[in-house]
């Protein structure tokens, strides 16, 4: 079935650093959705890119979609600690298929 | 304001029991779903509907049951037959489907234990 792969699965990082998580699927997705899950929270919608090669800006995170459509990054420029919790990536693989599948997710870290 | 509800917040099953976790959206979504979450795993599909009294079964449906008798409710029953239910259930919900969801809106979970 469907795999999606995320890295890294942990990362901790000084207040102020950057930070990159990446998403890889096995198979061409037709979306890519992201997710942020604060401690002890629920998860909750970022945003979704659909174009091949298409770049999102929210503030201080970047949302890209890769050319052949089978990876996805988010990039948090300056991180602070309200950025702490666990990012997913989630997407939908085939034709006539309807369903997320989601990555293991990447748990941040920020140390003020 | 718009959501989904789900109760209890926490939950203790002995062995053997069957277990029903609520939830209630007013989102007026036809799409719901079910997601186990362990520690590390990310979350797994358990069931998901996609209009009210049809459902289908997701990844790890076996020991799990739901119904959709209401487009609001989507309840969840986990079994006895289910040998490792403790978990965090999150149940979400979608306006549409696939490319057309818009992004699911997650409850805030039930954490199941088994005592």
């Known amino acids: 079935g469907q795999q999606v792969m995320q890295i890294p699965q942990y990362q901790h990082v000084q207040e102020g650093e950057d930070f990159t998580t990446y998403c890889n699927s096995s198979t061409t997705l037709s979306n890519i959705q992201w997710y942020k899950q604060r401690p002890g929270g629920h998860p909750v919608f970022l945003i979704q890119?659909?174009?091949?090669?298409e770049v999102k800006k929210q503030k201080r995170l970047t949302f890209q979609f890769g050319e052949a459509k089978k990876n996805s990054s988010l990039h948090i420029t300056a991180t602070q600690t309200t950025d702490v919790g666990t990012y997913f990536c989630a997407g939908i693989a085939g034709a006539g298929s309807y369903q997320l599948t989601f990555g293991k997710g990447t748990k941040l870290s920020v140390i003020p | 304001d718009g959501g989904i509800t789900q109760s209890p917040k926490y939950l203790f099953r002995k062995e053997g029991q069957n277990v029903t976790l609520s939830c209630e959206q007013n989102?007026?979504?036809?799409?719901m779903y079910w997601y186990r979450q362990d520690p590390g795993q990310g979350l797994r599909l358990i069931y998901y509907?996609?209009?009210?009294?049809?459902?289908q079964k997701g990844d790890i449906a076996e020991g799990y049951s739901v119904s959709r008798e209401k487009k609001e409710s989507f309840p969840l029953t986990v079994t006895s037959a289910q040998k490792n239910p403790t978990a965090f259930y999150l149940c979400?919900?979608?306006?549409?489907?696939?490319?057309?969801?818009?992004?699911?809106?997650f409850g805030s979970g039930t954490r199941l234990t088994v005592v």
């Open positions: 890119l659909v174009k091949s090669g």
């Open positions: 509907s996609q209009i009210v009294n049809d459902f």
């Open positions: 979400a919900s979608s306006r549409g489907q696939g490319l057309f969801s818009y992004g699911y809106t």
């Open positions: 989102l007026n979504h036809d799409a």
